[in-house]
């Protein structure tokens, strides 16, 4: 048993309780700050597989981004110290249920099957490989996705702001 | 305990995956059900960096995979609490029950 092992199974626990009590607690700024410890678990297993540059992606993405949107619109449209409504039993009871039939479902068709990959030489994923492979238009490049997203980012950009314009209600 | 690999992961991805289900399932309330969606899409990350690590490390198409996915999920959320924002305005509620008027 190495340190890395041990560092593994720190990193999955930290980040699989965290998102547990994301979805468990009825106080939705608490479940918002679990969901940035899970996410930071998420990039340390990253960290862990060595491929530093999604780490560093996921933390600034999603730990510096999406969670503080997030707690933004807690702020915007929750009333601090609210509770999340308790849904009743028979719907957790089902939900947990369904949840944890796929979960053992999926577990067990994963372990049932042997995986075989190929071993080539392997490619470091350093920022210099990525770079050449994701602006590539030879083959197996990804200039035309880089594209592709960069219209969708805009499209989500003109969107925003055109929900967020809408015509001003009328006087109370 | 056993030498980590790509079981591992994917026990992990799985698990995270239907922490996100769950919490999909149970809430009513927009926002929580944007971070169980959040959660989806990351176990859906560890997948394809870990298949990238462990089955085909001459490539590195799980890499850009998840990089585009990490874009169109901030984009996503970017665009969903423009909506959740919008609706609280409208309705003083962002619970999913009092959002049925929004199909017509």
């Known amino acids: 048993m190495t340190g890395s092992t041990i560092i593994f199974y720190l990193l999955a626990a930290f980040t699989l309780v965290n998102a547990l009590m994301a979805v468990a607690t009825r106080q939705i700024f608490r479940a918002a700050i679990f969901l940035l410890f899970s996410l930071i678990g998420i990039a340390g297993l990253y960290f862990w597989m060595q491929y530093e540059f999604i780490a560093a992606v996921q933390i600034i993405v999603y730990v510096g981004g999406i969670t503080v949107l997030i707690i933004f619109s807690i702020f915007l449209t929750q009333q601090a110290g609210d509770l999340l409504p308790k849904q009743d039993m028979k719907r957790q009871l089902f939900s947990m249920l369904a949840a944890f039939c796929g979960f053992a479902l999926t577990v067990l068709q994963v372990y049932q099957h042997s995986f075989t990959g190929n071993t080539g030489m392997a490619v470091e994923p350093t920022v210099a490989n990525i770079g050449n492979q994701m602006l590539g238009i030879q083959q197996g490049g990804y200039a035309l996705p880089f594209e592709v997203v960069s219209i969708l980012l805009l499209a989500a950009l003109i969107g925003c702001i055109v929900i967020a314009m809408r015509s001003k209600p009328q006087t109370t | ?104």
Do not use: C
């Open chain 2, 1 to 104: 305990m056993m030498e980590p690999g790509l079981y591992h992961l994917l026990f992990i991805s799985a698990a995270l995956f239907f922490i996100g289900i769950y919490g999909f399932f149970i809430r009513r309330n927009l926002i929580t059900i944007l971070m169980s969606v959040e959660l989806i899409l990351n176990s859906v990350n560890i997948n394809f960096i870990a298949f990238n690590k462990y089955l085909w490390p001459g490539k590195m198409d799980g890499l850009f995979f998840t990089i585009f996915i990490i874009a169109i999920a901030a984009a996503e959320a970017a665009v969903a609490i423009a909506i959740i924002i919008n609706l609280y305005r409208s309705h003083q509620s962002i619970d999913v029950e009092k959002a049925g008027e929004m199909k017509y």
